[in-house]
C-alpha cells in the first residue's frame, strides 16, 4: 500500500493525520514520527532551530522503517521562515537524507493554490502579526496574491492544539476577504480535519487548512491523488484535474 510520512513538531493536533487516513478511505498509510520541537514559539529564532536539518534528520530512519516512500516536513511556519530559496534548500536536504521525494507544509500551500488555480488569497493564521507576514511573503514569491493577512498572536503549538471547532470557525471567518478565492488557515498545530465541510459551508470557497494540504502534498508526491470531497475543495477532484 502507499505510505507518505510526515514528520510533525511535538504534540498538539497530531491526532489529524489518523483521521485523515480514515477519511482517505485507507487507500493510503499516513505514518507520523515525532520531532524534537526544541522552544514551543511562534518566533523566528526558534522556528529557525525547530526546522533544522539535524532536528529533521533525527526522524527519518523511524519513517522509513515504516514504509513511508516520500516524506513531508509537516510544519508551515519552521518552513517558510526560511524564505523561498531557504525553504527550497530545507527539502533538498530532506530529501537527499531520506533517500526519497520530500517536501513541506508551505510547499503544499504553494502547489494547492496551483492546483486549485487560485490566485488571491486571505490567510487566517492563528501567529503573531510578523509571523504571519513571512507566510504571506513566502506566498508572494510562490506567485500568490495575498488580500489580507490576519494574525492571532498565539505564541505556542499547545495553545493552539487547545482549540475546537468554533474557535477554528471563527478563525477563518475573522480572515476571510470579499476578495479572497481562498482562505489559507497555515498551522499543523491547529486541529482542522473534521472540520474541513463545515469551513467551506460557512465561507463559501475553499479553505486550505495545513494538515489537510500536508496530506495532499504527499499524495502528490507519490502521484496518488484521490477524490474525497468531504476533505473539501482541494480533494473534490483526482490528478487528472489539477492545473
Known amino acids: 500500500m502507499a505510505?507518505?510520512?510526515?514528520?510533525?513538531?511535538?504534540?498538539?493536533?497530531?491526532?489529524?493525520?489518523?483521521?485523515?487516513?480514515?477519511?482517505?478511505?485507507?487507500?493510503?498509510?499516513?505514518?507520523?514520527?515525532?520531532?524534537?520541537i526544541g522552544e514551543d514559539a511562534h518566533r523566528a529564532d526558534?522556528?529557525?532551530?525547530?526546522?533544522?536539518?539535524?532536528?529533521?534528520?533525527?526522524?527519518?530512519?523511524?519513517?522509513?522503517?515504516?514504509?513511508?516512500?516520500?516524506?513531508?516536513?509537516?510544519?508551515?511556519?519552521?518552513?517558510?521562515?526560511?524564505?523561498?530559496?531557504?525553504?527550497?534548500?530545507?527539502?533538498?536536504?530532506?530529501?537527499?537524507?531520506?533517500?526519497?521525494?520530500?517536501?513541506?507544509?508551505?510547499?503544499?500551500?504553494?502547489?494547492?493554490l496551483q492546483a486549485l488555480g487560485a490566485r488571491r488569497v486571505a490567510i487566517a493564521a492563528t501567529y503573531p502579526d510578523d509571523v504571519a507576514e513571512y507566510f504571506r511573503a513566502f506566498l508572494k514569491s510562490a506567485g500568490a496574491e495575498v488580500v489580507s493577512t490576519r494574525g492571532s498572536g498565539i505564541i505556542t503549538a499547545a495553545e493552539v492544539g487547545t482549540w475546537g471547532r468554533e474557535e477554528v470557525l471563527a478563525l477563518a471567518r475573522a480572515g476571510d476577504h470579499p476578495d479572497a478565492e481562498a482562505v489559507l488557515l497555515p498551522d499543523t498545530a491547529l486541529h482542522t480535519a473534521a472540520h474541513l465541510p463545515a469551513l467551506e459551508a460557512e465561507l463559501r470557497k475553499p479553505v486550505l487548512t495545513a494538515n489537510q494540504v500536508t496530506a495532499w502534498e504527499g499524495l502528490r508526491l507519490l502521484d496518488r491523488l484521490l477524490c474525497r470531497p468531504a476533505l473539501g475543495t482541494l480533494f473534490a477532484r483526482t490528478a487528472g484535474d489539477t492545473a
Open 46 to 112: 526558534a522556528l529557525l532551530e525547530m526546522g533544522s536539518a539535524t532536528r529533521l534528520a533525527a526522524g527519518v530512519d523511524e519513517l522509513k522503517e515504516r514504509g513511508a516512500q516520500a516524506v513531508v516536513w509537516a510544519c508551515t511556519s519552521a518552513s517558510f521562515i526560511y524564505g523561498w530559496e531557504g525553504a527550497h534548500e530545507q527539502v533538498r536536504e530532506l530529501s537527499a537524507t531520506a533517500g526519497l521525494p520530500a517536501s513541506s507544509t508551505s510547499f503544499a500551500f504553494a502547489h494547492a
Open 3 to 36: 505510505s507518505v510520512g510526515f514528520l510533525y513538531p511535538g504534540h498538539s493536533a497530531e491526532d489529524d493525520y489518523p483521521r485523515l487516513e480514515t477519511l482517505l478511505g485507507g487507500a493510503v498509510r499516513l505514518p507520523l514520527v515525532h520531532t524534537d
